[in-house]
């Protein structure tokens, strides 16, 4: 009965979301093939998003997210085109904020990323030098892109199917969703689509994590996110290596000066003086008339025709400007001679030279694959803590959905990250310890009497992608050997071979008799 509400409910929030979107298209000039697309997109949301909620747990509201669909078209969106597909053409989407312009190849998801994409802003991050601003503004950008595509691209209504095809970046993506994991997808999305200038995201990040789980772990987490952003950054983007060289010469450049204090200083006072003289000469033009039609003269007697200055008016502003910029720099030389605002500063170049000298690592990539792989560790050591604070079923369950949603995560297009290698150990340990939890708090039934029997059979539930798990069945059988049958409610799903020896006393459950998993 309870089902049977869900979807009346369910039909009613389609229709009265489909006269939204349908409405805000007839104010569109998209062509009649865009918003047949966009009908589509939404008419897929609405049919797959319960899946998608149910399998990953940690999401926005299903009315949330067409809310956000849709209020995306109707404010950030003029022009949506689609471009020819062609197999030599590299780019397969242009996004043109400013514009508000979309082109795309025609691929529901692909259009689904742009409208996720239009909407982000070029710097998301504060208190950190520029080098961090602009790479881990990309990592959660990116990020949150492609996680807004998920739900009509590994759901369709019947089934849970991650197509890595369709992936924009695996690694952004992982590291996205590890975010998720650490801090919860809502400070996410406030970070990424309603992001507040006023509020210093990566403080706030900074201070959840050292409250929820150390100091430590604060600083492991943020660390190596700094680290593999602009790992990520440099695979990814030829300019910015060489932007993050010509910075580090700047920033070598400014320490070494700085180590000769008395020099340094003495270098501060000479800049000092000439924006003061400077400043001052600026304000007898602008007191005087006759001195404005002199500068104004001056100006326009050195500049090329395309260049001249064609009012006073506009000069007059000009030179304001330049004031305005001299008052800002005589205001940074003060604090610069000032020795707390010195040592604060030699500080800060130090600490961004840190993560400038990455430009020197000699293989970017195996680099980046390094620091994620041991992001993934802290990652797990997180799932640890989060398995030992949880005081009931209902905290225990969303975290083994967590913890087989981690396990499904494409690493790159062949391989998820059950089946690294290098993670395996540890994976292990947290699937041990969150099955060891659900036995404690009764959660799960049992197979065996030895709890780690029962760990070597169960662990395989973290491997399902059966949507819900409170779904899951299970009955052992004998066919010559002895066999885990699991379902799917009523369909048979995986059969596995209990591949150790085993007697039947050993058992805490009859054979061929059909049992929940979950209690």
């Not at 708090?441 to 395989?460: G, M, P, R, T, Y």
Request: charged share 35%; proline share 1%.
């Amino acid at each position: 009965m309870a089902r049977k509400k869900q979807k009346i409910l369910g039909r009613l929030v389609k229709k009265d979301y489909d006269n939204d979107l349908e409405e805000v298209l007839l104010k569109k000039n998209f062509q009649a093939e865009v918003k047949s697309f966009l009908l589509n997109i939404m008419y897929k949301i609405d049919y797959s998003y319960t899946d998608y909620e149910n399998a990953k747990k940690n999401v926005l509201s299903k009315q949330q997210y067409i809310e956000n669909f849709i209020n995306n078209i109707k404010t950030n969106c003029d022009t949506i085109s689609f471009m020819k597909m062609d197999k030599m053409q590299r780019r397969t989407a242009l996004v043109e904020r400013d514009k508000k312009i979309i082109l795309c190849y025609p691929i529901e998801t692909k259009l689904l990323y742009c409208l996720s994409q239009i909407n982000k802003q070029d710097d998301i991050i504060k208190s950190e030098p520029n080098v961090l601003c602009k790479s881990l503004t990309d990592l959660i950008n990116i990020g949150n892109d492609i996680n807004t595509t998920e739900p009509i691209r590994d759901f369709n209504g019947y089934s849970w199917d991650i197509t890595t095809l369709n992936i924009e970046n695996f690694y952004y993506n992982l590291i996205y969703q590890d975010l998720i994991f650490i801090v919860g997808n809502k400070k996410l999305e406030d970070w990424a689509n309603h992001y507040n200038y006023m509020i210093d995201y990566m403080n706030l990040f900074n201070d959840y994590l050292e409250k929820t789980y150390g100091k430590k772990i604060n600083k492991d987490i943020s660390n190596s996110l700094k680290k593999i952003s602009i790992l990520l950054e440099l695979t990814s983007n030829k300019k910015f290596k060489d932007e993050l060289i010509k910075r580090k010469v700047e920033v070598e450049d400014k320490l070494n000066a700085m180590n000769d204090k008395i020099s340094y200083l003495n270098n501060l006072s000479v800049q000092k003086r000439q924006i003061v003289n400077d400043i001052r000469k600026i304000e007898l033009i602008l007191s005087d008339k006759n001195k404005i039609d002199e500068e104004y003269k001056r100006r326009n007697k050195e500049l090329p025709l395309e260049k001249k200055i064609f009012s006073k008016r506009v000069l007059v502003k000009s030179l304001e400007d330049e004031q305005e910029e001299l008052m800002i720099n005589l205001k940074e030389c003060n604090n610069q001679m000032n020795s707390k605002q010195f040592i604060k500063t030699q500080k800060d170049l130090k600490y961004e030279l840190d993560y400038l000298n990455l430009v020197e690592v000699a293989n970017f990539k195996k680099q980046m694959l390094d620091e994620i792989i041991l992001f993934q560790k802290q990652v797990l050591k997180i799932f640890k803590l989060k398995i030992e604070k949880a005081n009931n079923k209902k905290e225990l369950i969303k975290i083994l959905y967590e913890i087989r949603y981690f396990n499904l995560i494409p690493f790159d297009e062949t391989k998820n990250i059950s089946q690294i290698s290098t993670l395996k150990r540890s994976l292990k340990s947290v699937e041990d310890c969150a099955i060891e939890k659900s036995y404690d708090l009764k959660l799960i039934n049992e197979l065996f009497k030895n709890i780690d029997l029962n760990k070597k059979i169960f662990a395989s539930i973290f491997s399902f992608n059966i949507i819900k798990l409170e779904d899951i069945y299970f009955k052992v059988i004998k066919d010559n050997e002895f066999y885990l049958q699991f379902y799917d409610y009523d369909i048979e799903d995986k059969k596995i071979k209990i591949d150790f020896k085993f007697e039947i006393k050993d058992l805490k459950v009859k054979l061929n008799k059909k049992i929940k998993l979950f209690i």
